[in-house]
C-alpha cells in the first residue's frame, strides 16, 4: 500500500513544467481508432489512466508503440473487437469515450456501464440521446453497455444540460455519419476545443467548438495524424495552490494562460499574485490569503475539478468563505479530512462555509478521489510536520510525476510503501 509522507511548512519555489491534459487525452486516445490508420500523440501525460487507455486500444486490436516518455504511435487499422473489456473499462470513467469512436467507426461499441462513482452518480443519458438521434439503439446486458447503428445519419441534437463527456462522444460519433449534425447547448472545455482539433487534423470537418454549437459535416473517411495534447488545466491549477498555500513563488510552464483565466481570477482576489507571459505564469503570496465566494460551473466559469483545491487554500484565509459544488452532488467528501487537520468547515448538500483558521495541523490523510486527493497533499504541504496521504493511486490517476515534481519545488515528499509487517520503506 502505497503512501506519500509530507513534510509540510515550507514555500514552494522554481519552476515547474505542466503535463498534457488528462481530460483531453482520455478522449483523444479513443478518438485515434476513427483514422484506422496510424497518429503520433505527443505530450501524452505518464498517468494511470492513459496507461488503461493504452491497454483497451491494444485489447481491441490496436498496435501501441511508446516512442518516448510522453509520446506514442497508435495503429488503429486492424482493430479486430469493438468490445472494451469489463476489467479495463471499468477502471476509469473515460472509457466510455471508446462507445463514441468504435459506434463511430464501426457501428457498434460496447463498455461496462459507468454508474455511480465517488463523485455521485455519473447519468449518460445525453450521451445515449445522442446517439440515438444519429440512429444508434442501446441496451444494458450484465453491467454491459452496447450501443449500435449503421450507417449513421447526421442530426441535431439539443443537449438538456452541458456535459463534457455527451459532447465529446457525440462528437466522436458524428464525425463519420451521413450529412450535417448540429450539437447544441455543448460543452466549452479546452479539452472539446483539443477533441476537436485533434479530429479536423485528422480530416473531420467540425466547427464551432469552444462556443455553444458545434456543427460537424461527417466524412467518409478519416486519417492518421500527429498531434500533441494541450497543457492540463488542473494540473497547473494544483500547482497554482501549491504556490499560494506555501506562501511560496512559483513559475509554471507549459501553460495556456487563456485556460487558467477562471482559476487565476479566484486566485487574484484571495490576495495571490498572478503574472502571466505567453505560455507560463509566475504565482506568489506573501501577504495574507483572502476570503472567497466560489460556484463551480461548466467552462469558462470555475472548474469543479479545482473545487476541493481551492476549498484547501481557503481553509487559512482571513474570514468566511464559502464554496458551492455546481456539477457533482458528492465532491465534499474530503472535508472530514481536512477537519482532522484543524479546519473548520460545515458541508450542508453542495455548499461548504469555510471559517479561516490560523494554520493548518499535520495528520494521517486518505484520498477519497483525484483532485480530493491532490487537494490533501497541497494540505499536507502547508501544515508544519509530518503529514501522510494514503490511497495515492487516485491521485496517480492524473498526475504525472507529482512527487517530482514537488521536490523539484523543494517540498520535501515521498513516495512509500507500507510493507504489511512494518515501518514505511522508501521505494
Ligand atoms: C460540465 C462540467 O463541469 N463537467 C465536468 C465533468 O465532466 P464529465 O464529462 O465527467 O461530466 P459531465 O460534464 O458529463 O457532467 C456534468 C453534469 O451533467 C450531468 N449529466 C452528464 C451526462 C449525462 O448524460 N447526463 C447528465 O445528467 C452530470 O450528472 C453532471 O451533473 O466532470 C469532470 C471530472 O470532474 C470535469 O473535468 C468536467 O469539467
Ligand atoms: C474526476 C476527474 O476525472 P474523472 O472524470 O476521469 O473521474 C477529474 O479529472 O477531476
Not at 280 to 304: A, E, W, Y
Not at 348 to 353: P, S, T
Not at 359 to 376: I, K, V
Request: aromatic fraction near 4%; charge should be negative.
Amino acid at each position: 500500500m502505497e503512501k506519500f509522507v509530507i513534510n509540510g511548512g515550507k514555500p514552494l519555489q522554481g519552476e515547474v513544467t505542466i503535463s498534457g491534459a488528462k481530460n483531453a487525452v482520455v478522449a483523444i486516445l479513443p478518438a485515434t481508432i476513427l483514422a484506422a490508420d496510424k497518429c503520433v500523440i505527443e505530450n501524452v501525460p505518464a498517468i494511470s489512466d492513459v496507461a488503461v487507455s493504452l491497454e483497451i486500444l491494444t485489447a481491441l486490436g490496436a498496435k501501441v508503440r511508446m516512442l518516448n516518455k510522453n509520446t506514442y504511435e497508435i495503429d488503429t487499422t486492424h482493430i479486430s473487437s469493438t468490445e472494451v473489456p469489463d476489467d479495463l473499462s471499468r477502471q476509469m470513467r473515460a472509457s466510455y469515450y471508446f462507445l463514441g469512436a468504435l459506434l463511430g467507426r464501426f457501428g457498434s461499441g460496447q463498455v461496462a456501464m459507468p454508474g455511480g462513482c465517488n463523485l455521485g452518480p455519473r447519468p449518460i443519458d445525453q450521451h445515449l440521446k445522442a446517439f440515438s438521434a444519429l440512429g444508434a439503439g442501446d441496451s444494458v446486458e450484465y453491467g454491459m453497455i452496447k450501443v449500435s447503428g449503421s450507417p449513421l445519419k447526421g442530426a441535431h441534437v439539443f443537449f438538456d444540460n452541458v456535459s463534457v463527456g455527451a459532447t465529446m462522444n457525440a462528437m466522436l460519433s458524428a464525425v463519420l455519419a451521413e450529412g450535417q449534425t448540429v450539437l447544441e447547448n455543448v460543452a466549452k472545455e479546452p479539452h472539446i476545443v483539443d477533441l476537436a482539433n485533434f479530429l479536423n487534423m485528422m480530416g473531420a470537418d467540425v466547427r464551432g467548438a469552444g462556443t455553444d454549437v458545434i456543427r460537424i459535416r461527417g466524412k467518409k473517411s478519416m486519417h492518421g495524424c500527429t498531434y500533441s495534447i494541450i497543457p492540463d488545466q488542473i494540473e497547473a491549477g494544483s500547482y497554482m495552490v501549491a504556490a499560494a498555500i506555501t506562501g511560496g513563488n512559483v513559475l509554471i510552464k507549459n501553460v495556456i494562460p487563456k485556460h487558467l483565466e477562471p482559476i487565476t481570477a479566484k486566485m487574484e482576489l484571495a490576495g495571490v499574485t498572478v503574472e502571466e507571459y505567453d505560455d507560463s505564469i509566475r504565482v506568489c503570496r506573501t501577504g495574507d490569503l483572502m476570503p472567497l465566494k466560489i460556484k463551480t460551473m461548466p467552462h469558462p466559469g470555475f472548474p469543479t475539478d479545482m473545487q476541493p483545491l481551492m476549498t484547501v487554500l481557503l481553509t487559512t484565509a482571513k474570514g468566511t468563505s464559502i464554496v458551492t459544488e455546481g456539477i457533482w452532488e458528492n465532491r465534499f467528501r474530503y472535508v472530514d479530512e481536512l477537519v482532522r487537520m484543524g479546519a473548520n468547515i460545515q458541508v450542508d448538500g453542495q455548499v461548504a462555509v469555510i471559517e479561516g483558521v490560523p494554520e493548518l495541523q499535520p495528520a494521517p490523510l486518505r484520498a477519497s478521489d483525484l483532485r480530493a486527493g491532490a487537494a490533501l497533499v497541497m494540505a499536507a504541504l502547508s501544515a508544519k510536520g509530518t503529514s501522510e496521504v494514503s490511497e495515492i493511486a487516485h491521485i496517480e490517476r492524473g498526475y504525472e510525476d507529482l512527487v517530482e515534481k514537488l521536490q523539484g519545488l523543494g517540498a520535501d515528499i515521498r513516495r512509500v510503501e507500507k510493507p504489511a509487517t512494518g515501518l514505511p520503506q522508501a521505494l
